[in-house]
């Protein structure tokens, strides 16, 4: 929301701050200013002067020199503009002074550029004639002219200061509204916040008028959809001049950006700017039937707007209609047919208040949002509406633009019923919920100078709320109000006397700050990936048409079709992580990701679905291989205090991992997560022309197989025995068969066994391989004996043998 | 008689003269061998009478001890000696690169999330969690945002179904805790929300938030105000001031924003603060009556304030990451700078 300072005095009189000081003031009772902007910036020493002579330049055919009056002097001043002429009066930088950049080399010149005297083609001048451009200004809010600005219609003599006459001596404002205060998507709305802010006295604009004459019967007017038009209310304004706006008004529209049309379309603009209330005006003869119904239109009905456009309408959306068709879409913008034109000779105001949300629906479908509708989705005061019109008429008088009906034409149902409510509370409850010490007086004083008129009883305040402060429904409501003009800074700080009881980390927390540790120890860097993702992943991982991983969650309304269903694998993010790496020549990368995977549990998803958070360690290295991989599984489980029988099983069947190099990690019965090599063809599809690694936990199985309620084992302080077992094993047998046996048959004084070599060759024979393993033998309570050991070691080795295994000799 | 004397000079005097461990070892041997010069000697005293082995035994002795002793001390020496020669030779070039460790790092996301969540940790609050895709009712309904509030406009949310969303917010934990109806409440919930934003260099349709809630019979906007304050210090420093301005929330009512004093210039503007000396952090107020309705609580028996930040724009800000798409690249070049 935009606003001048010489817009905002109309209604501050006596304001007389701006610019930083301003803005930090008013920025901290909530009305945040996002830029301002001083209109004069990089313009000195610029006055209004008169052309007395103008005369061709002796050596150049496009210049002419000028003889300037300044009111005091007479200066030479060349120029290359082709519009001046004698007589003329317009703005001239003097020597010495400076003049904005125009806007295609603004950048060239951030601060202004300075005049000096100079000499063109010979001849000395003394000075610059300005366009508009050059002070600084669009030239389109001017009447769009590139040339020397023109001032010779503006109340202004040689030796004025320009920039005054022109109303640059001026602060523009950009105001953040929160989306609460409706009421301040106006001037006046912000002029109260100011004069609030300054305690200054705030002062309305007119709206009071001398009806010239009367007719009850200009209109008649018929809301079919009250739901949707709360109040349509008309004036009726005849014989109209249309001409240029007065000066004053035209520059408070310039300086908020809005390009002066005239009086008409300007007096609108202005009041919808004041009281932040769209207007509009038909030709009133061309309304047929004298006639006005609101009504929802009909599928597939055509209208074309003002703009020219033709709009397709349906069924949700509001129209203004005539006797006989569509005249406007209601709050969005008015018809063709009815629009003001220069041979317009009376017309019809309207102000009316529509739903809010109806207005942002139709206004999106239709892909059509203008300032109306930009402020009538907000959900406007329908009581503020019959201020807007009246204001509008007693500017059209002010104005002298046409004669106004007195009669008043307007529906509105709810007129009884829309009025100011009442609210009720304690000093003390607004004490006691700032930590304030704020009297009941002091309160009062703050409440009213903000137009909630409050009344004192017994410490009790009770506060009348006008309809246009929506946003005030309860006591906390009153209290930021109190609280905005008391100062959020003069508030104390302290800290909450609260009784918490200590807490304690959950396993959840345990297992997840684990999985971190144990991921960044291992030399992995934490990745975050996007929830959602592209269909088109579940193909580039080889999915089967049926896999359950297909049965994703689809995002509605995606941003596009590559994040439309929500992810119920993270190999995608890492993967495509990992390429990113490789793409950009890195040698080796590892990541992982702790995040959640979403399951849905019903096909509607009407219940929500299983989130659950996964951890996936990939990577790819000339260092790493499946081996490295199944070792950082089990730092985590060991870690994690899994309770339970490890084993690692040969899985052919995940889509996107090798066949032959992954494994299912299980925990006694239960599938925690797999390991292994990806698939090649899936690495390809990523564009990683090397050998990539995934290992992937599911967190909520490690935490019900994990327990970290443990007592210590007792430490032997006996030496160790150990004995190696070198041996031909047939080459299918699996060496966690071998383990098998040592567990089974090593009885409780192996302490561990270690694998030192695997082998196979020629040497060893044919559908043969050679493994070797260290077993430690260990005691608590003695030093074991040779013969001790080698009774354990005979009975492993039948146990071996019995699989088909012989000791190497 | 041999001249004991004598012989123990010859034999330091050989000693010292002895160029290597087998010089020394012969020397050894000639005096202390079977046939050695001192075991001859004390081999001779059991002929001798008692005086005489007596008198003579101890100057043999102390003979034979100054003799080993010079040749243990030769023999160090020899040794130190040979293994200096042999750590010399084992000397490496300590300007080769290291063999890496290489241990990972975390996300910085995770980082100033950990920093945020300790710092409130230790001031007694407790870390809840909730679901990432949540139903209508808690993201919005619950919380004061009802239905055709801008806020929930499609625009801005992710919606499975007419009921079910990608939450926009963290604060549908806080309306799960309070439904539970039990005070005093003092939790901060973080975690991945969703919005409808295409991605650029400030935007992202996926970040991460970490907001507060405090309620119990009695907790005052000067609360909020001293409990942000201590965690801005915490956070960005001691010297930071910090400023609550009047904002809007539909949860909170009052509602503020708190900005810190620039970082960088300590507050008299600079680029980096768009020269405004400060920099907004967060959003806070005091949870808004409504709500506990909403909730099931009793209105006028809570009193309490609720506050939010999102955890990616602090870890811009505090490593001056210009861009949020690099938080979602996962090159390791970026990802191993933080710390």
Redesign the interface.
């Known amino acids: 929301m935009k606003a001048s300072n010489y817009f905002l005095k109309y209604y501050v009189k006596d304001l007389d701050v701006s610019g930083k000081e301003f803005a930090e003031a008013i920025t901290l009772t909530g009305t945040k200013i996002e830029t301002y902007e001083k209109l004069n910036i990089n313009l000195e020493k610029i006055i209004v002067v008169r052309l007395d002579k103008v005369e061709k330049h002796p050596d150049a055919d496009k210049l002419v020199v000028c003889k300037v009056n300044t009111g005091s002097d007479v200066i030479q001043i060349v120029t290359g503009a082709p519009n001046v002429y004698e007589g003329m009066l317009c703005p001239a930088v003097l020597v010495g002074g400076k003049v904005a950049a125009s806007a295609h080399d603004h950048d060239e010149h951030p601060n202004g550029i300075s005049i000096k005297a100079g000499k063109l083609r010979g001849v000395e001048s003394f000075g610059m004639l300005c366009s508009i451009d050059e002070l600084g200004r669009p030239a389109d809010l001017y009447g769009g002219s590139d040339g020397i600005f023109d001032m010779s219609n503006l109340n202004c003599k040689p030796g004025d200061d320009a920039i005054k006459v022109l109303h640059l001596d001026d602060t523009l404002y950009d105001f953040e509204i929160t989306s609460n205060r409706i009421d301040c998507y106006s001037v006046i709305g912000i002029a109260k916040e100011v004069a609030a802010t300054f305690n200054k006295s705030f002062m309305m604009p007119k709206m009071t008028f001398s009806p010239k004459f009367s007719d009850k019967k200009y209109i008649e007017i018929e809301v079919r959809d009250k739901d949707l038009c709360p109040l349509f209310s008309t004036r009726f304004i005849k014989n109209i001049k249309i001409a240029e706006s007065p000066e004053w008004l035209k520059d408070c529209l310039r300086a908020v950006g809005i390009r002066p049309i005239n009086n008409i379309v300007d007096i609108t603009n202005f009041v919808m700017m004041e009281f932040g209330q769209p207007m509009h005006a038909y030709d009133y003869d061309t309304i047929r039937g004298k006639k006005i119904i609101v009504k929802r239109a009909n599928n597939g009905d055509k209208f074309t707007t003002l703009d020219g456009q033709v709009r397709e309408l349906d069924n949700t959306m509001l129209t203004i209609c005539d006797g006989e068709g569509a005249i406007g879409l209601a709050g969005i913008m008015g018809g063709e047919n009815t629009m003001i034109t220069d041979s317009c000779k009376n017309l019809l105001f309207e102000a009316a208040n529509f739903n809010g949300t109806n207005i942002r629906l139709s206004s999106k479908k239709l892909g059509l949002r203008t300032e109306a509708s930009n402020l009538f989705e907000k959900g406007l005061d329908p009581n503020n509406a019959i201020k807007a019109i009246n204001r509008a008429c007693a500017l059209i008088e002010d104005l002298g633009c046409g004669e106004i009906c007195e009669d008043f034409i307007y529906v509105y149902p709810d007129e009884n019923k829309n009025v100011n409510k009442t609210i009720e509370v304690s000093a003390d409850k607004i004490n006691s919920l700032l930590g304030t010490n704020i009297s009941p007086n002091d309160m009062k004083k703050i409440l009213d100078k903000i137009d909630l008129i409050t009344e004192i009883s017994n410490n009790n305040l009770k506060i009348n709320v006008p309809t246009i402060r929506k946003d005030i429904n309860n006591y906390a409501d009153v209290a930021e109000e109190v609280m905005r003009f008391y100062g959020y800074d003069k508030a104390g700080e302290t800290i909450p006397n609260l009784k918490i009881s200590p807490k304690v980390l959950t396993n959840k927390e345990l297992i997840e700050n684990i999985a971190m540790e144990i991921a960044t120890y291992n030399g992995f860097n934490e990745a975050m990936n996007y929830s959602f993702e592209s269909k088109k992943v579940y193909d580039l991982l080889r999915f089967k048409p049926d896999a359950i991983e297909r049965n994703y969650i689809t995002i509605q309304n995606p941003l596009g079709e590559e994040f439309q269903v929500m992810r119920t694998q993270l190999a995608n993010g890492i993967l495509k992580s990992l390429a990113t790496n490789f793409n950009r020549k890195i040698k080796s990368a590892k990541l992982f990701e702790l995040a959640n995977i979403y399951l849905p549990k019903d096909k509607e998803i009407k219940i929500l679905p299983d989130e659950r958070k996964t951890f996936i360690l990939g990577g790819y290295g000339k260092e790493l291989d499946f081996y490295v991989f199944k070792g950082y599984a089990e730092e985590f489980i060991s870690k994690s205090h899994v309770i339970g029988k490890i084993s690692f099983v040969k899985n052919e069947n995940i889509e996107y991992m090798h066949p032959g190099r992954t494994a299912d990690i299980f925990v006694d019965d239960v599938k925690v997560g797999y390991v292994g090599e990806v698939h090649e063809l899936v690495a390809k599809n990523y564009e990683i022309n090397t050998k990539v690694y995934i290992l992937q936990f599911d967190i909520p199985l490690i935490i019900e197989k994990s327990n970290f309620v443990f007592k210590y084992k007792e430490v032997s302080k006996f030496p160790k025995s150990e004995r190696d077992l070198s041996m031909t094993v047939p080459k299918d047998i699996t060496v966690d068969k071998i383990e098998n046996v040592f567990t089974e048959r090593g009885g409780k004084l192996l302490e561990s066994f270690e694998l030192f070599d695997i082998y196979e060759g020629e040497q060893i024979g044919k559908g043969l391989k050679s493994v070797a393993y260290n077993l430690s033998f260990c005691s608590k309570d003695h030093s074991l004996t040779a013969e001790e050991v080698d009774s354990i070691i005979n009975k492993i080795i039948n146990g071996l043998n019995s699989l088909g295994i012989e000791l190497r000799k | 008689m041999i001249n004991i004397e004598e012989l123990k000079k010859k034999a330091l005097e050989r000693i010292d003269d002895a160029k290597s461990l087998k010089d020394l070892d012969d020397i050894r041997v000639n005096y202390f061998g079977k046939k050695g010069e001192i075991t001859f000697i004390m081999q001779s005293f059991k002929d001798m009478a008692a005086e005489e082995r007596k008198e003579l035994g101890k100057i043999v002795n102390d003979a034979r001890q100054s003799i080993e002793e010079h040749i243990k001390n030769r023999y160090e020496k020899f040794n130190e000696l040979v293994l200096n020669e042999k750590l010399k030779h084992e000397a490496i070039d300590v300007s080769l690169p290291s063999k890496k460790?290489?241990?990972?790092?975390?996300?910085p996301?995770?980082i100033v999330f950990n920093d945020v969540k300790n710092i409130f940790?230790k001031m007694?609050y407790?870390?809840v969690t909730g679901?990432?895709?949540?139903?209508d009712e808690y993201n919005f309904e619950k919380l004061n945002i009802e239905k055709?509030h801008?806020?929930r406009?499609?625009q801005d949310t992710?919606?499975?179904?007419e009921?079910?969303l990608?939450r926009t917010q963290t604060s549908p934990v806080q309306a799960r805790v309070m439904e539970k109806g039990k005070l005093?409440i003092?939790i901060i919930s973080a975690g991945?929300v969703?919005r409808?934003d295409?991605?650029d260099a400030t935007h992202s349709?996926?970040f991460h938030q970490i907001e507060g809630l405090?309620v119990?019979d009695?907790?005052?906007?000067?609360?909020l105000?001293?409990?942000l304050?201590?965690f801005a210090k915490s956070f960005f420093g001691e010297n930071i001031k910090t400023?609550?301005?009047?904002?809007?929330f539909?949860f909170t009512?009052?509602?503020?924003e708190m900005d810190v004093s620039c970082f960088k210039c300590g507050g008299k503007g600079c680029r980096f603060c768009k020269n405004e000396g400060w920099i907004e952090i967060l959003g806070c107020g005091?949870v808004?009556?409504?709500v506990y309705e909403l909730c099931g609580l009793n209105k006028d028996k809570c009193?309490g304030f609720a506050f939010g930040m999102g955890i990616e724009r602090l870890a811009l800000l505090k490593y001056e990451i210009d861009d949020m798409r690099l938080?979602?690249?996962?090159?390791?070049?970026f990802?191993?700078q933080f710390d």
């Open positions: 460790v290489g241990i990972g790092h975390y996300h996301c995770t940790e007694g407790s870390v679901p990432e895709i949540e139903y055709g801008p806020a406009d499609e992710f919606y499975i179904n009921k079910v990608l005093p003092c991945r969703f409808s295409s991605v349709p996926t405090v119990d009695n907790i005052s906007f000067t609360d105000k001293g409990t304050t201590n400023r609550f301005r009047p904002h809007h539909p009512e009052p509602s503020a005091m808004n009556p409504r009193q938080l979602y690249e996962n090159d390791t070049r990802l191993c």
